[in-house]
């Protein structure tokens, strides 16, 4: 089946500061979503976003599809934004979301 | 508009019983699809309904069932639980089905089982 990578799996930052999430891809895909997972298990969605670009707020996010890599900004980090933020995706011959093990994010004050 | 509604959100069982889980998809959707999540192995796909039909199933064992209603809601079932069934339950719904269509989780139901 699909595999998916996130980079880093831990960061560890200051209030203010950016930052860049990874997620690699083996195969073509017809879905992916970035989501964060809150302190007391929820996945909020954060981007759909199979290919190109999207910005909402202080986050954005890209996908290249055709190198099968995607990307999440965070830009002047907060402390809400602590936590772990999963890439999803759907391809492959899969038949659900495979998740990447996550980068666990903690944004200090 | 109300999100995706998962009940209960806590439970205990013990070893050898069963379990019901119940999921409530966002108005309008009518897929329905269901993870499960541990420390282990992370957040992995069980299965997925579309109009009261199974579309999809992960890889696991056939203790782990589900169904979905006429009004697109939809259950789960594990029989003859075993620890490692403990995990965080995670359902999620979407307009169609996954290809091609966000979807949203709704808050989970922690099963633990001693």
């Known amino acids: 089946g699909i595999q998916v990578e996130q980079s880093p799996p831990d960061l560890i930052l200051q209030e203010g500061a950016n930052s860049t999430l990874r997620c690699n891809f083996s195969?073509?895909?017809?879905?992916l979503q970035w989501f964060h997972q809150n302190p007391w298990g929820q996945l909020i969605n954060l981007f759909y976003?199979?290919?190109g670009t999207k910005q909402n707020g202080r986050l954005s996010a890209t996908t290249v599809a055709t190198e099968r890599y995607s990307l999440l900004y965070i830009s002047s980090s907060q402390t809400t934004d602590s936590g772990v933020y999963f890439c999803?995706?759907?391809?492959?011959?899969?038949?659900?979301?495979?998740f990447g093990k996550g980068t666990h994010l903690i944004i200090q004050p | 508009k109300a999100g995706v509604t998962q009940t209960p959100r806590y439970l205990i069982k013990t070893r050898g019983q069963q379990v019901t889980l119940s999921c409530s998809p966002i108005?309008?959707?009518?897929?329905v699809s269901w993870y499960q999540q541990t420390p282990g192995q992370g957040l992995q796909f069980l299965f997925e309904?579309?109009?009261?039909?199974?579309?999809n199933k992960g890889n696991f064992p056939g203790r782990f069932s589900g169904r979905q209603f006429s009004n697109s809601r939809s259950e789960m079932n594990v029989s003859t639980l075993e620890l490692g069934d403990s995990a965080l339950y995670l359902c999620?719904?979407?307009?169609?089905?996954?290809?091609?269509?966000?979807?949203?989780f709704g808050e989970g139901s922690w099963l633990t089982v001693v």
């Open positions: 999620a719904s979407s307009l169609e089905g996954i290809p091609g269509n966000t979807i949203y």
């Open positions: 195969d073509s895909v017809n879905n």
């Open positions: 976003i199979p290919s």
């Open positions: 999803a995706v759907r391809g492959g011959g899969a038949d659900g979301l495979t």
């Open positions: 108005s309008g959707h009518r897929s």
């Open positions: 309904y579309f109009s009261e039909t199974q579309r």
